[in-house]
């Protein structure tokens, strides 16, 4: 396998409603295993050594979800973040970065959020990074805001990115999405301008550490020509 160091993973984790469905379980359920899918997998990311991987927890559209999902969705996240990834974060050394519109959470939650990624900004294992109330063209808007308030005149595409919510995360090489959707539902739109997509009809709560390999496998197997003729790298 290919050296994986530089690697980022976007994960547009779907499913997990029809995953409940089919166990006669209510949704909430399927929520609560879609987060033991997702220790799992950062788990399994990290030991693989790759770099970044980032996961769509909650899209600005997901406030039009029922009133009781979207409170479950928040009350998870908030033990989440206090629990699951202060583990992660202690115990296996993983970077926690949460982005999008976060000043729009509650107090306590931003506050949570701070100190988790306070605490864990030094950690050299992977960095996770937690989409919430994310919008790919939020993401872009809020940028494009910030140079307007600012003295810039006119930017390059450098500059540009500097201003999004985590500019280390600059480029996605492998966009994964479960369930059988094949969309990308305003996820990182500037970030997987060059990506490689993969869809699996797996729902996300039964995704594991095989279901990755297997989406890198074939992400190894694919060349990537960046707008170039094939080879064209070797002249
Ligand atoms: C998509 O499944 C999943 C979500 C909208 C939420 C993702 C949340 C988790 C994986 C829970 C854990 C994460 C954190 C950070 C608390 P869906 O509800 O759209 O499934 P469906 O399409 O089958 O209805």
Excluded at 115 to 139: C, F, H, M, P, W
Excluded at 159 to 174: K, R
Aim: charged content about 35%.
């Amino acid at each position: 396998m290919k050296s994986l160091e530089h690697m980022h993973i976007a994960i547009i984790m779907d499913g997990n409603g029809r995953w409940a469905k089919k166990k006669n379980r209510p949704r909430n359920f399927g929520h609560r295993e879609g987060l033991k899918a997702l220790e799992r997998v950062a788990k399994a990311a990290n030991e693989l050594g790759i770099k970044y991987l980032t996961v769509f927890a909650f899209s600005t559209e997901n406030w039009q979800r029922p009133r009781s999902e979207v409170d479950f969705l928040f009350k998870l996240l908030r033990s989440t973040v206090r629990n699951e990834f202060d583990k992660l974060q202690q115990e296996e050394d993983i970077k926690i970065k949460v982005i999008g519109r976060i000043d729009e959470l509650e107090d306590d939650i931003q506050s949570d959020i701070n100190r988790i990624e306070e605490v864990s900004k030094d950690n050299d294992g992977l960095q996770l990074t937690i989409a919430v109330n994310y919008g790919g063209r939020a993401e872009i808007v809020d940028a494009l805001n910030k140079a307007l308030n600012s003295d810039i005149k006119a930017i390059s595409e450098e500059e540009f990115n500097e201003l999004l919510y985590a500019p280390e995360i600059n480029n996605v090489d492998l966009l994964i999405r479960t369930a059988n959707e094949k969309r990308v539902s305003n996820f990182l739109l500037w970030q997987i301008s060059y990506a490689e997509l993969y869809f699996t009809s797996t729902l996300w709560p039964d995704f594991d550490k095989i279901d990755l390999e297997e989406a890198i496998e074939e992400y190894n197997s694919r060349k990537r020509k960046f707008g170039k003729l094939p080879g064209e790298e070797l002249n």
